[in-house]
């Protein structure tokens, strides 16, 4: 079975421009996770959706950051405008349930200059 | 919140050596996983194990709920062991059923 698909796994681009992250779930899964991992916070949980409603968004940094699931097996996270602190690394993770075990896409490493 | 703490944070062992990985969490837990960051940065489930033990290759796993830890075994380690092991934890109380709370991990690096 195919795993979470992430894309890009590289990123980089200039502080002001827009970026767009995209994950493909594992099929059958119905909640999906962003997460961002920097040296000086871990990982910390972005946005989670259940059935493509995103549920609990509170750990999105600011306006500057959205995400999407325009349908049940595809989503997006966008910075526009971006700024060099956004520079990390940010996981995508799938699960068939909220409480079940999650499975991690191989992320994407984002560098704003 | 629920408190998670691994030990040790930093590992060195020669190839062929066993080591025991260690979790502690402050609550009762629905869901614990183990992963294992590789140097590449990918993360990789190792196991599900919120109670119990598992055992997948040189890699096994015990889970002590009612003490409230988890071990992690890896013997005849190889280099490809070396990464960054975390612990991460679903709490049974509260609303949100679906947070995991990871740990600041172990460092492992296994020399030739």
């Known amino acids: 079975d195919a795993g979470v698909i992430q894309s890009p796994r590289h990123e980089v681009t200039e502080m002001g421009q827009e970026v767009t992250l995209r ?3 594992i099929s059958g899964h119905n909640s999906l996770f962003w997460y961002r991992q920097t040296m000086m916070r871990g990982l910390e949980l972005l946005i989670y959706f259940n059935n493509n409603v995103p549920i609990d968004d509170s750990g999105m940094p600011e306006d500057r950051f959205s995400a999407k699931m325009p349908n049940a097996s595809f989503s997006t996270l966008k910075i526009q405008p971006s700024e060099p602190r956004d520079s990390a690394v940010y996981f995508c993770a799938s699960s068939l349930a909220g409480e079940q075990p999650q499975h991690f896409g191989d992320g994407t490493r984002l560098s704003i200059l | 919140g629920i ?27 629905n869901n614990l996983q183990w992963f294992h960051q590789n140097p590449w940065g990918q993360l990789i489930n190792l196991f599900y194990i919120p109670s119990g033990t598992k055992q997948n290759g040189r890699l096994s796993a015990t889970t002590v709920a009612t003490e409230r830890y988890s071990l992690l075994y890896i ?8 990464g960054v092991y975390f612990c991460a934890v679903l709490p049974w ?16 690096t296994v020399n030739p």
């Open chain 2, 93 to 108: 109380s509260g609303g949100s059923n679906y947070k995991l709370t990871f740990g600041k991990g172990t460092l492992l």
């Open chain 1, 23 to 25: 994950c493909k779930l």
């Open chain 2, 3 to 29: 408190q998670v703490e691994q030990s040790p944070p930093d590992l060195i062992l020669q190839e062929g050596a066993n080591s025991t990985l260690r979790c502690n969490f402050s609550d009762s837990v």
């Open chain 2, 75 to 82: 013997s005849s380690s190889q280099t490809t062991d070396s």
